[in-house]
């Protein structure tokens, strides 16, 4: 569902089935809708027939990485020696992402009923959902579904009597982006500042607490019942050409389109289709200028490549940007580019945890060449200036954060350089006090 | 069970390395030092600073030397052109918000910081944004300083703190550029080993206020010694300008202190320093000492030792050295000896992360020593025996009063050697002697571990090492060839009377010391 627009003929319409529908929320209305049968039917099954069958699927992590989640699960070791642990990762902080929230507000229960079969299927009895403190309302949502699922047997001692005990424990972020990267998660889930970790070792092998563990992402746990309900090959089936990317994936649309707001698509559906046919183009008498389709932390797309794009995984690497976490953000032709830029600079400036030189030095003097440009204060060296920042700043640290801030410097001045120029010529009007 | 071992080509230097060593210590064996900030072989290792990025083949990004692993056949670039870059691009991004404080900061001279820049940064600045961050100094606690402005954020203090120390009390707090070490609010930095942050620091960001402006870092000379603190007998640098001790600090020994010292020993230099010393030999002449040359003394001394009778009691501080100790028992060989060394007690200081290190309740960095060489510890018994002793001899003793009256007391002879002018009215003699920083020795730790501590500054005066003197009088006047020279002669010597130290020479004794082997039946035994 284009919530909150209805349905477009084009979107696939599985996990946002019930997006708006205030029954859903509830455990006696998600039953209704055909709710929980897939956990009932997972805690008869074995771990190993849980996870073939996810393999089976195709499905590929949703929150940005796009790995595929049943080779994930099977990392987790086979014999559970020391307590193993599932931690959903509901912190949805990729700027221009808003998927997850929706999971969340209106179908808490499906998110519920994935993370328990998920927990089940890599030997967890613990699942930790960990959920951006921004997002109040999805707390309370889920703070009162994971309430009534232990209150109807879908969660505890015994799930719906089988002897096999799962709980899930909600767990509140505090406003920082560098939380939702897993290991940075984990930090923060054991009561420490949220860096990330350097890997090896990997979350499998020694995660929360020291723990074998895995991270998911909401929209990644959310599909999970759907598999086992209607079966992997059913899943498999959802795919426009590729066979390596499957399913649905539900797109944040924001910016500058007639209909923003989350659409669910066939993987390779057309972006074309998703721009003017589900979105309904750009506002009256303006024209598309460039679209990040991934959250800000992938690649900026010409208008061009984004008409050619195929939206799965492989589709849009192809027309040289990510799929990410699908958080799409259209630019018309009154954007400044540098501006928007200097804007995404600051956020991972602000964000940075500081760890690593490269991204605590490099972030912020990003954004204060950017700003210097902006101010009318850029000079011809600026530009080499800023790709040489971006190269150490890619490849080098030790989570992603910094080669986030690099990609939208480096194709922002690759394929809009005119509007840079323009700025550092001074035939643009400064747009910022110098300082 | 020897480790197993794997072949690595670091820069094409063959190597065989035990399985699971960081790249960055493999490195080490082939005499290469991979720049590095934030790795410390004594804390726990998190590869933040990414300056030790090294190009590994087969491998698709550059790796971090501190935590990667050797593996079989793996082929390493620490100083190709792409790794050498990475460096560069570290140290631009580390110079940016760093203050150009070098005139002012103490850490100049010993700085990690320009010294790889100078080896291998950028040789001019492309920084021209608005001024860096400026955060006020801090007051971290009784001895360190906090400058903000120049931490590089490599958390080796927090690291430290929280996983050697155990005493979590420093952070990293706000994120970004804005990010600084925080102290826990309400708390200072008086952990007893916190000292070390300073010397962790790689930048002048956590200073000494003891040291703070007193030196630079190129005017000192540093000596490898031994801290006469405890019986613990961490490995120390004396660092010395002008013949003034100024600073102490960790010697690495990886057997005893690892990288660290308590606060204790690192601000206890000062005695080192005192310029009421004897200046010459004193020979009693009536009710005065009158000042002479040390022949004269030599002999008047030897003419007591030959004269007195009945018994001897030797007091002695426990910062005197073994050979001191050894030679100063052995010139008085005919008498009934009762020998005590001073061991003033505090409380233990253990370091948490480091199992057997702690400051010692005994302060006195030779007792296993002296004990070897049959002193004991039992001071208010050998205060006793001066009564009636027919010769009593005061090696740099500290008196208290009791001391001093229990002396007046003494109805034998009283020689006194020693560094500060002691109140003893009724000493034959009074000779000058070296304190530890002025001569060469051994001292013997709690874990029978002999240490050499070498010469960090001139002998002032005429004083000379107690070994020296207690040597020439057994030799005795006239060209004698059997008076040790040098404190290695002098030890050279111990082995014939007390077989635990024979066999063992100074050179063998190296810089990291020697645990010696179990004690032979009746040696250091009390006569």
Redesign the interface.
């Known amino acids: 569902m284009g919530y909150p627009h209805p349905s477009h003929p084009k979107e696939t319409v599985v996990l946002s089935k019930h997006f708006g529908d205030p029954e859903a929320r509830g455990y006696a209305g998600w039953v209704k809708h055909g709710g929980y049968q897939a956990l009932r039917k997972a805690v008869g099954m074995t771990r190993d027939a849980i996870v073939e069958e996810v393999k089976a699927s195709g499905l590929r992590g949703r929150g940005g990485a796009g790995f595929p989640t049943g080779l994930k699960w099977s990392f987790m070791p086979k014999e559970v020696v020391k307590p193993h642990y599932l931690v959903c990762n509901a912190d949805e902080s990729e700027p221009g992402t808003f998927k997850d929230r929706e999971i969340m507000r209106w179908t808490p229960h499906a998110l519920i009923e994935g993370c328990a079969i998920a927990a089940y299927a890599i030997g967890a009895e613990r699942c930790y959902i960990y959920i951006r403190g921004e997002f109040t309302e999805p707390w309370r949502v889920m703070s009162a579904a994971v309430e009534e699922a232990f209150a109807n047997g879908a969660l505890g001692d015994s799930v719906f009597g089988s002897g096999k005990r799962i709980e899930i424990v909600l767990h509140r972020g505090a406003g920082?982006y560098?939380c939702g990267e897993e290991t940075a998660m984990m930090n923060s889930i054991e009561g420490r500042?949220g860096n990330p970790r350097?890997k090896p070792p990997f979350p499998a092998v020694a995660g929360l607490f020291g723990m074998p563990t895995t991270i998911n992402n909401v929209e990644t746990l959310a599909a999970v019942p759907h598999i086992l309900n209607r079966g992997a090959a059913w899943y498999k089936s959802l795919c426009l050409g590729n066979p390596k990317s499957t399913g649905t994936k539900l797109v944040s649309v924001c910016g500058h389109v007639q209909r923003p707001g989350n659409y669910e698509v066939t993987m390779g559906t057309p972006m074309r289709d998703i721009l003017y046919d589900m979105c309904g183009g750009p506002p009256a008498g303006r024209r598309f200028k460039a679209i990040i389709p991934g959250g800000s932390s992938v690649p900026i797309m010409t208008v061009e490549e984004a008409e050619a794009a195929l939206f799965d995984y492989e589709g849009v690497v192809e027309q040289g940007s990510m799929l990410g976490s699908a958080g799409m953000i259209v630019m018309d032709d009154r954007t400044d580019m540098v501006y928007q830029i200097w804007r995404l600079a600051r956020f991972y400036?602000?964000?940075?945890?500081?760890?690593?030189?490269?991204c605590?030095?490099?972030?912020?003097?990003t954004t204060?060449?950017l700003?210097?440009i902006l101010a009318g204060k850029g000079k011809q060296?600026d530009f080499q200036?800023l790709l040489?920042l971006a190269?150490?700043m890619t490849?080098?640290?030790?989570c992603v954060l910094s080669d986030s801030c690099a990609a939208p410097v480096v194709s922002g001045i690759q394929k809009f350089r005119s509007e840079f120029e323009a700025y550092i010529a001074g035939s643009r009007e400064p747009v910022l006090a110098a300082? | 069970m020897a480790d197993e071992l794997v072949n690595v080509t670091i820069d094409g230097m063959q190597l065989a390395v035990p399985k699971g060593t960081p790249i960055i210590e493999a490195a080490k064996q082939a005499g290469l030092l991979v720049p590095h900030y934030c790795y410390h072989p004594s804390l726990p290792s998190p590869a933040v600073c990414r300056m030790c990025l090294v190009e590994v083949e087969k491998a698709p990004k550059l790796m971090p030397a501190c935590v990667t692993a050797v593996a079989e056949g793996q082929v390493v670039h620490v100083n190709s052109p792409t790794a050498k870059k990475a460096r560069e691009g570290v140290l631009e991004l580390l110079l940016i918000n760093h203050p150009l404080d070098c005139p002012i900061c103490d850490q100049s001279g010993e700085c990690e910081l320009q010294n790889y820049t100078f080896q291998e940064g950028r040789s001019a600045t492309r920084y021209q944004e608005y001024a860096k961050r400026y955060n006020p100094v801090e007051d971290f606690g009784p001895d360190v300083l906090y400058v903000p402005n120049r931490c590089i954020l490599c958390t080796r203090c927090v690291r430290f703190m929280e996983d050697v120390a155990d005493t979590p009390v420093l952070n990293v707090s706000e994120r970004g550029d804005r990010a600084y070490i925080g102290i826990a609010e309400q708390q200072r930095l008086d952990h007893p080993w916190a000292g070390n942050v300073v010397d962790l620091c790689p930048v002048g960001s956590l200073l000494s206020k003891d040291f703070l402006h007193k030196a630079r870092a190129w005017d000192l000379d540093k000596t490898a010694s031994v801290c006469p603190g405890c019986t613990q007998g961490c490995n120390i640098s004396i660092d010395t300008r002008d013949e003034i001790v100024v600073r102490i600090r960790p010697r690495a020994n990886l057997e005893v202190n690892r990288h660290f010292i308590c606060d204790y020993g690192r601000m206890n230099y000062r005695w080192l320093n005192r310029g009421d010393r004897v200046e010459a030999p004193l020979v009693r002449d009536g009710a005065r000492h009158l000042a002479t040359d040390w022949d004269t003394a030599l002999d008047r001394l030897g003419q007591v030792v030959r004269g007195a009778s009945g018994g001897a009691v030797i007091l002695a501080s426990g910062r005197a050295s073994t050979e001191s100790l050894g030679l100063a028992r052995a010139m008085l060989d005919r008498f009934q000896v009762t020998a005590a060394v001073q061991v003033p007690l505090g409380d233990e200081a253990p370091l948490a992360g480091i199992p057997g290190l702690a400051l010692r309740r005994e302060r006195a960095p030779n007792l296993v020593g002296a004990r070897l060489l049959g002193y004991t510890a039992q001071w208010e018994a050998a205060l006793r025996a001066v009564t009636d002793a027919g010769l009593v001899v005061l090696l740099d003793a500290d008196l208290g009063p009791d001391d001093e009256a229990a002396l007046a007391a003494a109805r034998g002879m009283v020689v006194v050697l020693a560094t500060v002018m002691p109140e003893a009215r009724n000493a034959e003699l009074i000779l000058p002697v070296t304190t530890m920083a002025e001569e060469n020795g051994t001292y013997v730790n709690r874990d029978r571990r002999v240490q050499r501590y070498q010469q960090a500054k001139a002998q002032p005066g005429m004083a000379r090492p107690v070994w020296w003197v207690a040597g020439e009088v057994i030799a005795g006047p006239g060209p004698d060839a059997s008076a040790p020279s040098t404190a290695a002669e002098a030890f050279a010597q111990l082995g014939e009377r007390w077989p635990v130290f024979a066999g063992l020479s100074h050179e063998e004794i190296g810089y990291t010391g020697r645990v010696l082997g179990e004690m032979a039946a009746g040696a250091g035994v009390a006569r």
């Open positions: 920082a560098i500042r350097i400036a602000h964000e940075s945890c500081a760890q690593c030189t490269q605590r030095e490099g972030t912020a003097w204060k060449i700003e210097r060296d200036l040489d190269e150490n490849g080098k640290t030790i300082i």
